[in-house]
């Protein structure tokens, strides 16, 4: 993982644990108040909410857990790795496309970071420039041809 991916997944466990579990604990609370707890619909859900809260801490927080920072100046240039940016042509579309390969709990395609464990990442771990990589995705198999690599 990144500094910059672990320092943003230690931001958004803190927020989660110190705003977001009060808000629960407020709406648990608010519910509670409007009386018999076996048929409130809303107090029903709010326990629901805060199950699905905590179940997201814990799992953020195992991510930390067995997260290495990843150093970027030990990192081979000539082949792709984590952290790598990696320009491709995608033949199918004869589109350029640029990715920087990722952790999966870093991945935002919108951000052109690409999971290393997604079928299109996988494919192109390892690889080097001018190979072409065939990546079997849900919509089907894709080649694409490595076209630069930069840390």
């Given at each position: 993982?990144?500094?910059?991916?672990?320092?943003?997944?230690?931001?958004?466990?803190?927020?989660?644990?110190?705003?977001?579990?009060?808000?629960?604990?407020?709406?648990?609370?608010e519910a509670r108040e409007k009386g018999d707890l076996s048929e409130n619909a809303?107090?029903?859900?709010?326990?629901?909410?805060?199950?699905?809260?905590e179940a997201k801490i814990s799992e953020m927080e195992a991510k930390l857990a067995n997260a290495r920072i990843v150093d970027e100046s030990k990192?081979?240039?000539?082949?792709?790795?984590?952290?790598?940016?990696?320009?491709?042509?995608?033949?199918?579309?004869?589109?350029?496309?640029?990715?920087?390969?990722?952790?999966?709990?870093?991945?935002?395609?919108?951000?052109?970071?690409?999971?290393?464990?997604?079928?299109?990442?996988?494919?192109?771990?390892?690889?080097?420039?001018?190979?072409?990589?065939?990546?079997?995705?849900?919509?089907?198999?894709?080649?694409?041809?490595?076209?630069?690599?930069?840390?």
């Amino acid at each position: 993982m990144s500094k910059e991916g672990m320092e943003k997944l230690q931001e958004e466990v803190k927020y989660l644990k110190t705003v977001k579990r009060q808000e629960a604990a407020k709406a648990i609370a608010e519910a509670r108040e409007k009386g018999d707890l076996s048929e409130n619909a809303e107090y029903h859900a709010a326990k629901e909410e805060q199950g699905y809260l905590e179940a997201k801490i814990s799992e953020m927080e195992a991510k930390l857990a067995n997260a290495r920072i990843v150093d970027e100046s030990k990192m081979d240039a000539s082949k792709v790795g984590i952290l790598s940016n990696v320009e491709v042509m995608n033949k199918k579309m004869n589109k350029k496309m640029t990715f920087t390969l990722v952790s999966e709990a870093e991945a935002n395609l919108k951000e052109g970071k690409l999971s290393s464990l997604s079928p299109i990442g996988k494919a192109l771990m390892g690889g080097v420039v001018g190979d072409v990589v065939k990546a079997h995705t849900p919509g089907g198999e894709m080649e694409f041809e490595i076209l630069n690599i930069s840390i």
